[in-house]
């Protein structure tokens, strides 16, 4: 079985890493080592892998519980 994962809310994310890291989306990318375009892609609505929520979680010391919610469940 294949889980993807989106954000449950872009814009509280956005606002949390602002108001708590002093980071943009783009700074904040880099920080845990995702691309500019990878990371515009992510918050645009797209989905991404188990292993990459888990390193955005781990940027902003949250669960990936809190932050993104299953997307697609595959076979």
């Given at each position: 079985m294949?889980?993807?994962?989106k954000f449950k809310d872009v814009n509280r994310f956005k606002e949390y890493i602002a108001m708590t890291y002093?980071?943009?989306p783009t700074e904040f990318?880099?920080?845990?080592?995702i691309n500019y375009s990878q990371m515009s892609?992510?918050?645009?609505?797209?989905?991404?892998q188990p292993k990459v929520a888990k390193r955005i979680a781990g940027g902003v010391k949250k669960d990936?519980?809190?932050?993104?919610?299953?997307?697609?469940?595959t076979k």
């Amino acid at each position: 079985m294949s889980v993807t994962l989106k954000f449950k809310d872009v814009n509280r994310f956005k606002e949390y890493i602002a108001m708590t890291y002093g980071e943009t989306p783009t700074e904040f990318g880099k920080r845990v080592g995702i691309n500019y375009s990878q990371m515009s892609g992510y918050m645009n609505g797209g989905s991404l892998q188990p292993k990459v929520a888990k390193r955005i979680a781990g940027g902003v010391k949250k669960d990936i519980v809190d932050i993104f919610l299953p997307s697609v469940l595959t076979k």
